[in-house]
């Protein structure tokens, strides 16, 4: 089994700063790619921030220079820092790690958080 557990959502005014979190665990043999997706009401998911294992990462025009995606490989964690929140960066934000649970590539697969709530207060 594996999980992936979000933490770090909240209220902030806009022009604020959240940092989320996501600790993997459970049966990983290796994590590549491990990124961060959000979703609000009436629209559909979308990539906001992805960091490979080897740390080149990748982010939806709407939030560069302003996240920044960061990862421990040791601890099998991710990390997203948010400044200069705007209302419009309200949504739902999941985890996503594209990991192996063993040495077997058969084993890998997409795996998602249960999300955490970022609200952006005007």
């Known amino acids: 089994q594996v999980q992936l557990v979000e933490s770090g959502g909240g209220l902030v005014q806009a022009g604020g700063s959240l940092r989320l979190s996501c600790a993997a665990s459970g049966s990983i043999f290796r994590i590549n790619a491990m990124a961060w997706y959000r979703q609000s009401p009436g629209k559909q998911r979308e990539m906001v921030a992805t960091m490979t294992s080897g740390g080149r990462t990748g982010y939806a025009d709407s939030v560069k220079g302003r996240f920044t995606i960061s990862r421990d490989n040791a601890k099998n964690m991710v990390y997203l820092q948010m400044n200069s929140l705007k209302p419009e960066d309200t949504a739902v934000y999941y985890c996503?790690?594209?990991?192996?649970?063993?040495?077997?590539?058969?084993?890998?697969?997409?795996?998602w958080g249960q999300g955490t709530q970022v609200t952006v207060s005007s």
């Open positions: 996503n790690a594209d990991l192996q649970r063993s040495i077997s590539s058969s084993t890998r697969a997409d795996y």
